[in-house]
């Protein structure tokens, strides 16, 4: 085995670890506060955002490695509006500011594997947030063969030219550009009646516009 292969697998394997002891954390956490009065709740909240936002990295580090080495991600059937109420319970302690609306329908399914779309979701939610959007729009779009494409659009200043053509995946002086790559990764391991998943931006009149398309 060459090195640099054991050092993944170690790596990998110490993530996996931090991973299961966050989410230890914060079931303690979460027991505790229930408990604790509300003025100490408060004093917790940016402690709590902190946490939440290092488990979420953790688990995008665990996805991408999956991902990269083409590892299977077990799919069924699963209701989008659920998932985006996860990803939205989770970006809302982060940015307990943002007016988020899930205006995907209740009736609404698909076949996909739930966690990974969820971090999809959060991902791009945080992307809003974080470019300056105060407002971001959740719908949903039904195909055949339970095929859909789920729709984040926010009102903030949409994605450089250089983004969507492809040029370069950010502009941010601190950025890496991982998220949308991340998401791309994301809907390319989704496959169904001969088709692939597939991710696009866009800008609209006021804002940005991200589609998730999931055979």
Not at 105 to 127: M, P, R
Request: proline share 3%; charged share 25%.
């Amino acid at each position: 085995m060459k090195v640099d292969s054991k050092f993944e697998l170690l790596a990998a394997a110490y993530v996996h670890d931090l991973k299961n002891q966050l989410q230890a954390l914060i079931a303690q956490q979460d027991s505790l506060i229930t408990e604790l009065p509300t003025e100490y709740r408060q004093q917790l909240a940016p402690m709590i955002r902190h946490t939440n936002k290092v488990k979420d990295d953790t688990l995008r580090l665990v996805s991408l490695f999956r991902l990269e080495h083409n590892e299977h991600f077990a799919m069924g059937e699963a209701w989008p509006k659920d998932t985006a109420n996860d990803a939205i319970e989770t970006c809302s302690l982060q940015f307990p500011d943002l007016e988020i609306h899930n205006n995907i329908d209740t009736e609404a399914q698909g076949y996909y594997n739930e966690q990974l779309i969820q971090l999809a979701l959060s991902t791009l939610i945080a992307n809003s947030a974080q470019a300056g959007a105060t407002k971001i729009e959740l719908r949903c779009q039904e195909g055949e063969n339970q095929s859909l494409k789920i729709i984040v659009q926010d009102d903030g200043p949409g994605f450089d030219k250089d983004i969507i053509d492809g040029l370069t995946d950010t502009t941010k002086a601190e950025g890496t550009g991982l998220g949308l790559s991340f998401v791309d990764m994301i809907c390319k391991t989704h496959k169904g009646s001969g088709k692939q998943g597939e991710f696009t931006i866009d800008n609209i009149e006021a804002g940005a516009i991200a589609t998730l398309f999931i055979p």
